[in-house]
């Protein structure tokens, strides 16, 4: 089987892609993709507890803690403690944050009004449906138990 039949390779090239552009759009801002989609993951008016940011955004513990300290460096965050739990710490949008935050949510939009004028709506649906059926898949977590025994 060629790379390009498997349905891997069409996911990881078109993520590449995209994690490219929404780099090269983000760089115009001093930001990173990562910022960016973290931004769009905490809440600009109450903040978000920090333990809810990394399921949010599919990434572990650490790499989240080193986004996070470089977003406080930059002054698009701070951290204040939970009013209602003091152990919880709930990472609050700075307004420069607030800023980038559009920012990254108009790149966003964009895209996706440019794949909705390029792409049906019929086909963007079937897509959604594979995708989700795939996700589905993996979260079954039976790919290989025929390859295992």
Not at 5 to 27: C, P
Not at 58 to 81: A, F, N, Q, V
Not at 89 to 94: E, H, S
Request: glycine share 6%; charged share 30%; net charge positive.
């Amino acid at each position: 089987m060629k790379r390009e039949e498997t349905v891997d390779y069409h996911i990881r090239s078109a993520w590449h892609a995209i994690a490219r552009m929404y780099n090269q759009q983000a760089l115009k801002y001093g930001g990173t993709m990562s910022i960016g989609f973290a931004l769009l993951n905490i809440d600009s008016d109450k903040g978000t507890p920090a333990t809810k940011i990394a399921p949010l955004m599919g990434l572990e513990t650490r790499s989240l803690t080193r986004l996070l300290k470089s977003m406080e460096d930059k002054g698009l965050i701070s951290r204040e403690s939970d009013t209602l739990d003091k152990r919880s710490v709930r990472i609050k949008l700075t307004a420069e944050g607030k800023i980038h935050r559009e920012h990254s949510k108009e790149i966003v939009l964009r895209f996706n009004e440019a794949v909705k004028e390029e792409i049906s709506a019929g086909k963007l649906n079937t897509f959604f449906e594979v995708v989700q059926g795939i996700n589905q898949l993996i979260e079954n977590n039976k790919i290989y138990d025929k390859i295992l025994q």
